[in-house]
Nanobody, 124 residues
Framework: QVQLVESGGGLVQAGGSLRLSCAAS????????MGWFRQAPGKEREIAAA????????YYADSVKGRFTISKDNTKNTVYLQMGTLKPEDTAVYYC?????????????????WGQGTQVTVSS
């Protein structure tokens, strides 16, 4: 079992930046690829970004490409999402997820573990 705890969400003005963190605990000796998903009110959960276990392969949704950066520190069992040039449409609950694989995963069903989520609100 792996437990994931997100932090770093909050309220920010449009154009601003936030950095989300996701700390993993438990069975972290295995190899995990990680993802950040988001869910806005009334919408389905969607992927924002993903990274493979070694950190040398990443994926970004078109809506965040060029503005968000995903990274991970395996020594700290932590994954980050640096979000810049935030827009009101980025407002959502952001979830960290872990998949017990070394490869890149971009769809939610392939992730076994999920955090509780952290709210990001971008005001116009």
């Amino acid at each position: 079992q792996v437990q994931l705890v997100e932090s770093g969400g909050g309220l920010v003005q449009a154009g601003g930046s936030l950095r989300l963190s996701c700390a993993a605990s438990g069975r972290t000796s295995s190899s995990y690829s990680m993802g950040w998903f988001r869910q806005a009110p009334g919408k389905e959960r969607e992927i924002a970004a993903a990274i493979n276990w070694s950190g040398d392969s990443t994926y970004y949704a078109d809506s965040v490409k060029g503005r968000f950066t995903i990274s991970k520190d395996n020594t700290k069992n932590t994954v980050y999402l640096q979000m810049g040039t935030l827009k009101p449409e980025d407002t959502a609950v952001y979830y960290c997820a872990a998949s017990q694989t070394k490869g890149l995963r971009i769809t939610a069903p392939l992730y076994e573990y999920w955090g509780q989520g952290t709210q990001v609100t971008v005001s116009s």
